[in-house]
């Protein structure tokens, strides 16, 4: 199993309505792209750390090919294109064999 994690920093200029509405989007398109699994979305409490990256994107994988054919996936690209990328401010990502 792979557990595939995206913290993201958003555009500070975002309004608290504008996060709440990219969770629902990423929830919607990334739940429906084949093998993702068990996908969590949230925010963080925001207490650990001064430089923070407040939302996270959380989900499993059944191996790496099936991580890989997501990263190259139509609709997982064009969530990083389209829906993430105009406002993201910075983001980490980190896969771990769990």
């Known amino acids: 199993m792979i557990c595939h994690v995206v913290l993201i920093r958003l555009d500070p200029a975002l309004a608290p309505n504008e996060t709440e509405s990219f969770l629902k989007r990423a929830k919607e398109a990334l739940g429906?792209?084949?093998?993702?699994?068990?996908?969590?979305?949230?925010?963080?409490?925001?207490?650990?750390s001064d430089v923070s990256y407040p939302v996270a994107l959380v989900m499993e994988f059944e191996d790496e090919k099936t991580l890989e054919a997501?990263?190259?996936?139509?609709?997982?690209?064009?969530?990083?294109?389209?829906?993430?990328g105009p406002i993201e401010d910075d983001k980490q990502v980190y896969d771990y064999r769990c």
């Open 32 to 48: 429906a792209i084949p093998g993702v699994g068990n996908l969590r979305v949230g925010t963080g409490l925001g207490v650990k």
């Open 70 to 84: 997501y990263q190259v996936h139509p609709e997982h690209q064009r969530f990083v294109r389209e829906i993430v």
